[in-house]
T-cell receptor, first 113, second 115 residues
């Protein structure tokens, strides 16, 4: 049972344009959502998060949007840079007192110059 | 470097052998997690420690797997009688107990190959 889904395995974008990565979840008990970036042979690096009490969180070029009614979140990267090329994982957790993260399968982003 | 440190980075072992991995979390973090990532998948939760207490274990953690965190500092993950299906990236993460929801910081992982 895949509780967190990233239906696009890959995304190609030109430098300077917007990258939009999508994530859907099925468990309505999730109340905290995170995006991680992963380069090959490295561990995931935290990018940005959002609590279920918000619908938007922004940090520099990165913005995460949360639509609770649709159980959908998205990560916007503007402008995209070649260094953003990596695998992006969406993750979710419930308010259980610790960070038991449920990850999606990832989207590979390629930003070309 | 004050990040999460894992050792070794790579391990190749023969089927049936035992292996042990080590994780050193960020020093002020009292929460420590182990995850496993296989090809084409996202990381999957294995187990969680708060200080030295192992508070939750996933059903993915079979009897051949054991994790410890003596004195609430570093942690070890041991796999006994390894099988080819154990081949994966084993990730350790830590987080502070500052507030309820906070990001977990991951190490670079230990890639296990069972031949």
């Amino acid at each position: 049972d895949q509780q967190v889904k990233q239906n696009s395995p890959s995304l190609s974008v030109q430098e300077g344009r917007i990258s939009i990565l999508n994530c859907d979840y099925t468990n309505s008990m999730f109340d905290y959502f995170l995006w991680y970036k992963k380069y090959p042979a490295e561990g995931p690096t935290f990018l940005i998060s959002i609590s279920s009490i918000k619908d938007k969180n922004e940090d520099g070029r990165f913005t995460v949007f949360l639509n609770k009614s649709a159980k959908h979140l998205s990560l916007h990267i503007v402008p995209s840079q070649p260094g953003d090329s990596a695998v992006y994982f969406c993750a979710a957790s419930k308010n259980t007192g610790f960070q038991k993260l449920v990850f999606g399968t990832g989207t590979r982003l390629l930003v070309s110059p | 470097d004050t990040g999460v440190s894992q050792d070794p980075r790579h391990k190749i072992t023969k089927r049936g052998q035992n292996v042990t991995f080590r994780c050193d979390p960020i020093s002020e973090h009292n929460r420590l997690y182990w995850y496993r990532q296989t090809l084409g998948q996202g990381p999957e939760f294995l187990t969680y420690f708060q200080n030295e207490a192992q508070l939750e274990k996933s059903r993915l953690l079979s009897d051949r797997f054991s994790a410890e965190r003596p004195k609430g500092s570093f942690s070890t993950l041991e796999i006994q009688r390894t099988e080819q299906g154990d081949s994966a990236m084993y990730l350790c993460a830590s987080s502070p107990r500052v507030r309820l929801n906070t990001e977990a910081f991951f190490g670079q992982g230990t890639r296990l190959t069972v031949v």
